[in-house]
């Protein structure tokens, strides 16, 4: 054992400097060194004469002194009992320097060896499996690991990785089912952990070119392999997707499940329309093992945060084109973790949905433009009905709909739309002239439309889906428009966030979800329009209108409303 | 690790080159005096981008009982950090020698 403190960072920087000085004193200065020297003979003075030495030992100093200093990074920034202090990292090494890990790896890889050739003499595995289970923690370690397999040799870790998941799995090259997978694992988890922890080029050119598909799926399920080794493997892997018949290929389950250890890859593979096609067949969301990986790797390749935004762009652009098709929709619809996963990755998005809804409402009405829409921006050529497809397998799902409700009631309550209105102190004509209201009244109403729109479609009824988009068109240009109506609508937008505030994103969710046991389509109805006519007249209670004219007011906003939006939500009986 | 340097010079450890003639080696001699001088320019940039980078606000990088080698090789006395930005004068030293010496074969031919 052997105690170290590292500041990773500035150790990494340090091997950095260490690098480019060992470049700078390359074997084309001391070559010119060197015959400058003999050239001198006698006119060069004594240091001048030794420098070559020095420079030599230097060189091998930076050189050994950096592949310590990487290796105490990597060994300690890994260690399960490292403790942090600001930015330095203190623990223990096993070993007591990167040599000594080298050369008891490399003693231990011929021991290895020699019990593997054993192994396959007898036919008894037991003693192999034994070993890598009392050297599970020195594998780990990678100057040991690497001494270690290259002692073992190249071709016996891929023939033992190839007839250890032969032995543990179904044959046909059908992969490891994950009761088979987890009882390989306990057994060679060593072994795999030394393949990612050794960085030796050589071995995983070997690997790439002789590793069976099941043995392959295995490796990159089980470890965190580099990114190009992953990238390398993926057109074996994905070669048989989709070829099972009957039976199910775990190894596509696998594959994708390791990708999710890479989310920049599978975003990469996502934004390519092959590859994407691929990844998302209609046979491979057929699988449930497959749709279980999917949800579980998607969301870090679809995040905003972890990308380049125009592959994001275009692996978002592939997943709603897939997405908004018939069998996606189903697959969603009969999955909920996927749907969660994926209407989750979506969020971020509603709002721009929600403002392509509007521009929709807007498109071809003189004198109303909307304002600039807001970060992030869907795909070019994603539309509105696109979006509502795809969520429409989604939104049956309680988990989906509570989400999409949550947001909703965030974007409404976020959209300072009633703060603007009072601004204005009730002059409709300053409302209507003011582009930061439209911008709040497009946050407010545009999401909501989506998700309405949603419904319909996971109900098939597109007709209703028009009206719907129709109604709320009306809506919304009846504010800008609108003569005596105008004060209604305002009024009636206005209160959005204050429904959502008061109905609570968890009602409207399981209205959304249609729990008969919690609200009906009737009940929400009601609590929608009692709340809109309630917030109604206490914003013209709040202007300085007397309360007995306002609720006369409220009276016909309560008319106007059934008319325009209550008398459709009575009608969603299909939700009970 | 051990890289103390112990070499101290004494006697030309380089084989000497054979030239065609006196005016070949003393152009080779003004040719290795400019090396020379280039080196004296160059050689402190060695050690000190790596003695820069063996703090960072303050604290070592690299601190433990394995790190003491490295940090006595790199700077303790004598060490790579100060020997080989020391060999600035003597390079300088044998640009001037081999220089006047490329001027005496010069002299001599020109006898």
Known sequence: MSYVGIHPEGARELVAAMDSARNAISDGFLADLKHALCVAQSDAVLEAQASFTVYQRYRAFLEESARELTWRVKVITSAPDATVDGETVYGSTRFESAKKAAEQGAADGAEFKELWAKAERDGDWRAVEEWLAAHQDELKDPEYAAAFLRAFGKENVVALLNKATEAYGPGSHLGLSP??????????????????????????????????????????????????????????????????????????????????????????????????????????????????????????????????????????????????????????????????????AFLPYLENAGHLMAASYVDGVPGLDLPPAREPLLPAGVTPEMVQDFLGGAIVHKSSSDALARQVAELMAGSGFETLLAEHGGDYEKMAADPALNDEMVAALGPLGIVMGAIYSAQGDNLRREDSSKQERELYLGFFTGLGTAKISDAALSSLAGVAAQLGANKFAQWLAGQPDDITPEQYAEGLRDSYVAAFTDLLVGQGMDRKLAEEVAVDFRAYFDAMEGEALKQQNAFG | MAYEDSAGGGGSAFPPLTFNSSADEASAKRIAARRFDEWAGTVASFTKDVAAKLERDGEPVWSGPASEPFHRALLGDPAFAKKIPGYRNPYLDTAGNLRRSADKLEENRNR
């Open chain 1, 179 to 344: 009761e088979q997978l987890a009882y390989f694992q306990e057994r060679f988890q060593p072994l795999m952990d030394a393949i990612a922890a050794a960085d030796d080029p050589e071995l995983r050119a070997h690997l790439l070119d002789r590793l069976g598909l099941d043995a392959m799926a295995v490796l990159l399920v089980s470890t965190r392999m580099p990114e190009d080794f992953v990238r390398a493997a993926v057109p074996v892997l994905t070669q048989t997707f989709g070829l099972a018949v009957g039976v199910t290929d775990y190894n596509t389950s696998l594959t994708m499940t390791a990708l999710g250890h890479h989310p920049e890859l599978l975003q990469e593979l996502l934004a390519d329309p092959a590859t994407a096609n691929l990844l998302l067949d209609p046979r491979m969301l057929a699988d449930p093992e497959y749709r279980k990986a999917l949800a579980a790797s998607l969301p870090g390749a679809l995040d905003q945060t972890t990308s380049n935004p125009e592959t994001l762009d275009r692996a978002w652009s592939n997943v709603l084109r897939l997405g908004s098709q018939d069998y996606f929709v189903d697959a969603m619809a009969g999955d909920e973790a996927l749907s969660l996963a994926l209407t989750t």
